[in-house]
């Protein structure tokens, strides 16, 4: 147990010239917690090898145990990820990357005070749903705007303000679940509304929705069932056709948009998607759409329409609930901004991607060949080629639609796939990649310009890691 005597107490550590060091940066609890921490694991692994150390190689061993534990606390668990999926708005990913604009105009609000809810003007208390309605109204045509926490508090606002206690009418077609358990049944369930089913699974007329009106009906809600597709005999009532019955009957027509994209990107093969736009041509009540979906902007959820409608969403309590911060405004208006007077197919990251010519990814991807293969261990890679790709929306947005693309493949040699795309994971930042037909596929659309460097200097590295190990493992680098 000699060796164990061997490990210094905390006040001896406390007064190594390295900690002294390191209490100016962090404070002494901190410090001594994690002190205590790496004393443990080097007590551990005394206890488990049997080994004898001196002092000198306790104390070398508990300060490179705490410089690892330090790197690791000092940091929090949210980390960036190089997305090669080439699915742009990925869900798991957050969604959408923000503009410059959107993220110094954040910055500018977040560090600063800010008149969020203060009238300069007047002097007087003002209200923070006055900023992204302004740019919102000139961008969509709308007449009154609104935002809130997300998508789906839009909806259940929007239900709960226009038919609480009363019925919504929607098509079976639409009774739809989208990403992270937002099921539109249940929303309703929750805003006090009555859902009305009718149609069938494929086909809904005008006249479903006609012959379901009484004088109980709240509203008439159509889904945009972005992220699934019924394909074959299908039928869905067109919007201006629901509004024109909204208008005879005098019931609301809410429409769930769902992405709310406000460029045009048909001619980059994008089609099915209605724009913002388009819907709120139609004379529709309400429209609502997410923020960091197609739009390119941070989490939110808009509401646009009839003013007397955004009114009373307006003084419904729900909302206080359901409001936004500061840092949302500052991002979403300057999302908003670089549509309303810069340059979105260049400056928003998702318009970026989704409009990215094939020529301008096969080139890139012809140049991240090229490097990996000039720096890549031929111990561990037996090939690296420019594949064409099929790309993604994702974000529940077009769901069958492939964008073709350009990537690299690189063949391992052996069973090193998975361990590369394990510990790849494991970098900071983590690079995601796909795995098919046995190979790692990275596609050069979700890969930021700029970013191939530091991509291939992470796959270097794991590469090195690999072949350390396997030295150590006797040369058997799959035995982790
Ligand atoms: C994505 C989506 C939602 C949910 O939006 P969030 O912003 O994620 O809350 C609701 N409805 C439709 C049609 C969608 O596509």
Known sequence: MLNLRNIPAIDELLALPQVITLLNQYNREFITANLRQAVAETR?????????????????????????????????????VLNGTGVVLHTNLGRAPLSERALSYMQDMGRNYNNLEFDLGTGERGTRYHHVEEILLKL???????????NAAAVLLGLNTLAKDREV???????????????????MKQSGAR????????KTYVSDYSNAINENTGLLF?????????????????????VALGKERQVPVMQDLGSGIMTDLKKWGLKEEPTVQESI????????????????????????????????MKKNQLTRALRVDKLTIAALEGTLLEYLCGDPLRNIPILRMLTASLDELNSRAGLLAKMLSESMDNRLVARVKIIATEDMVGGGAYPTYKIPGYGVQINFTDKYLDKIARRLRGKNPAVLTRIQDDTMI?????????????????????????LDYSSMAEGNPCKD
Do not use: W
């Open 44 to 80: 551990e692994h005394l206890r488990l090898s049997g080994k004898e150390l001196s002092k000198e190689s306790l104390i070398a061993d508990i300060q490179e145990r705490m410089t690892q534990l330090l790197a690791h606390s000092t940091q929090g668990t949210m980390q960036t």
């Open 140 to 150: 969509t045509g709308a007449e009154a705007g609104l935002v809130v926490n997300n």
């Open 169 to 187: 009418i929607v098509s079976r077609g639409q009774l739809v679940e989208i990403g992270g358990a937002f099921r539109i049944p249940e929303v």
């Open 195 to 202: 859902l009305i089913e009718v149609g069938t699974t494929n």
């Open 222 to 242: 159509t889904a945009h069932t972005s992220n699934y597709k019924i394909v074959g005999f299908t039928e869905e009532v067109p919007l201006n056709e629901l």
């Open 281 to 312: 041509a139609t004379g529709v009540d309400i429209i609502t759409f997410s923020g960091d979906k197609l739009l390119g902007g941070p989490q939110a959820g808009i509401v646009a329409g009839k003013k007397p409608i955004i009114a009373a």
């Open 442 to 466: 990275i596609s050069m659309r979700t890969i930021n310009p700029g970013e191939e460097v530091l991509l291939v200097d992470t796959l270097i590295t794991v590469c090195q890691e690999m």
